[in-house]
């Protein structure tokens, strides 16, 4: 009978053991503070062929950030894009603006020193560009 007791609290004690934590998930936060600097070393790609390196700077602005892009086509030209105040959720911010049918959203996605920043314009409902712009801050 002391086996089988022995053998059930040893059982039992292999089986609180083996309960852990094992399954939780670990989620980025980032603070607005997190977000602001520059950002080198990346590029722009769009859908349309128009591909260079680029610059991005991000400064606080309000409760959200301003971000600040510039990119030298590697075919000649090139480009600026300048977004007011999106507003940062965690490792995500957003700014989407509508006009005329034409709408544009962009969204920011911050990964410890990366920034990817996703472009869409649409015009009634038609997707013109599509573009990600990639940096690294040092």
Do not use: H
Request: with cysteine.
């Amino acid at each position: 009978m002391k086996l089988l007791k022995f053998s059930f609290l040893a059982l039992l004690f292999v089986g609180f053991l083996s309960c852990n934590d094992d399954d939780d998930v670990v989620v980025a936060t980032c603070e607005v503070t997190d977000w602001v600097g520059t950002y080198t070393g990346g590029t722009e790609t769009c859908t349309s062929g128009e591909t260079g390196p680029t610059t991005i700077t991000v400064t606080a602005s309000g409760t959200g950030i301003k971000i600040e892009s510039t990119t030298e086509y590697t075919a000649g030209g090139g480009s600026e894009t300048s977004l007011d105040e999106l507003t940062v959720t965690g490792c995500t911010a957003i700014d989407s603006e509508v006009e005329s049918g034409v709408s544009w959203t962009f969204t920011a996605t911050l990964d410890g020193k990366n920034i990817s920043i996703k472009e869409i314009q649409e015009i009634n409902g038609v997707v013109t560009i599509d573009c990600v712009y990639t940096g690294t801050r040092p």
